[in-house]
Nanobody
Framework: QVQLVESGGGLVQAGGSLRLSCAAS????????MGWYRQAPGKQRELVAR???????NYADSVKGRFAISKDNAKNTVYLQMNSLKPEDTAVYYC????????????????WGQGTQVTISS
């Protein structure tokens, strides 16, 4: 059974920092691309940051220079360090995985966590 469990959300003032964590189970974590997406009220879900199985990263323009994605393969956990937070960063943040769930198959699957609320006050 695949599970992606996010934590670390909360309410902070503008300019503050938060670190989100996503603990994964049931996937071959080291072979999966992991991503953070967010969805604000009335808006579509959008990619925030992504890290490939080899460690390459990409970011939405709106968060470049402020957010950093990283992962710890030994802990099956991906992180999103968010600095210089702005009110427009307020959203539910979702963890995403894409890749194999078994060493016996190269089939790739996409999974989502349940989301964690991030609220930035001005």
């Amino acid at each position: 059974q695949v599970q992606l469990v996010e934590s670390g959300g909360g309410l902070v003032q503008a300019g503050g920092s938060l670190r989100l964590s996503c603990a994964a189970s049931g996937i071959i974590f080291s072979l999966n691309a992991m991503g953070w997406y967010r969805q604000a009220p009335g808006k579509q879900r959008e990619l925030v940051a992504r890290i490939t199985s080899t460690g390459s990263t990409n970011y939405a323009d709106s968060v470049k220079g402020r957010f950093a994605i990283s992962k710890d393969n030994a802990k099956n956990t991906v992180y999103l360090q968010m600095n210089s937070l702005k009110p427009e960063d307020t959203a539910v943040y979702y963890c995403n995985s894409k890749g194999p769930v078994s060493i016996w198959s190269s089939n790739e699957y996409t999974y989502w966590g349940q989301g964690t609320q991030v609220t930035i006050s001005s």
